[in-house]
Antibody
Framework: EVQLVESGGGLVQPGGSLRLSCAAS????????MNWVRQAPGKGLEWVSY????????YYVDSVKGRFTISRDNAKNSLYLQMNSLRAEDTAVYYC???????????WGQGTLVTVSS | DIQMTQSPSSLSASIGDRVTITCRAS??????LNWYQQKPGKAPKLLIY???SLQSGVPSRFSGSGSGTDFTLTISSLQPEDFATYYC?????????FGQGTKVEIE
């Protein structure tokens, strides 16, 4: 079964850091591009970051550039999101999603909640 | 950045109704358009990719159409399990923007 499982969320103070992980199973992780998408409480979906299968091409939404870093370890079938200088507006459920043919996002993980508050 | 605008933002419908949701891109995105369904507390689920291709395992009552800037998601006969929020997403360029969502509620 193709599966993505996020972890690492939690409560952090403004200005703090957090590292999210996404463990992949059931498919050849190294062959797929991956993304992070977030959803603030009661709000819509916001794409956050993309990484190519080999990790050489990376994109971010403007609001996280310079603060967030996406990475992957293909040997460990894992995707990461290092989040620094966190702000209240970064509070959201963070999902990882596999990008397949025709640039479709499928599947998605169950999400991990990040709360930035003092 | 490409802006995606969905309409309506919400709608009320009855079981068996035909439901249409539209999504407009601020510039041409060819057919790089996906549709997702999200239920409360759950991750989004892919329904349609490349504007009109049905994802494996998704019921055939769901269909998508369009190209360029205007797209539609149609549910031919609304079922109880279809009450959810639906999002379009363009993957023509980064940032891979989503529409604001359309909440489908029971009338």
């Amino acid at each position: 079964e193709v599966q993505l499982v996020e972890s690492g969320g939690g409560l952090v103070q403004p200005g703090g850091s957090l590292r999210l992980s996404c463990a992949a199973s059931g498919f050849t992780f190294s062959s797929y591009e991956m993304n992070w998408v977030r959803q603030a409480p009661g709000k819509g979906l916001e794409w956050v970051s993309y990484i190519s299968s080999g990790g050489t091409t990376i994109y971010y939404v403007d609001s996280v550039k310079g603060r967030f870093t996406i990475s992957r370890d293909n040997a460990k079938n894992s995707l990461y999101l290092q989040m620094n200088s966190l702000r209240a507006e970064d509070t959201a459920v963070y999902y990882c999603a596999r990008e397949g043919g025709a640039r479709r996002f499928d599947p998605w993980g169950q999400g991990t909640l990040v709360t930035v508050s003092s | 950045d490409i802006q995606m605008t969905q309409s309506p933002s919400s709608l009320s419908a009855s079981i068996g109704d035909r439901v249409t949701i539209t999504c407009r891109a601020s510039q041409s995105i060819s057919t790089y358009l996906n549709w997702y369904q999200q239920k409360p507390g759950k991750a989004p689920k892919l329904l349609i990719y490349a504007a009109s291709s049905l994802q494996s395992g998704v019921p055939s009552r769901f269909s998508g159409s369009g190209s360029g800037t205007d797209f539609t998601l149609t549910i031919s006969s609304l079922q109880p399990e279809d009450f959810a929020t639906y999002y379009c997403q363009q993957t023509y360029s980064t940032p891979r923007t989503f529409g604001q969502g359309t909440k489908v509620e029971i009338e």
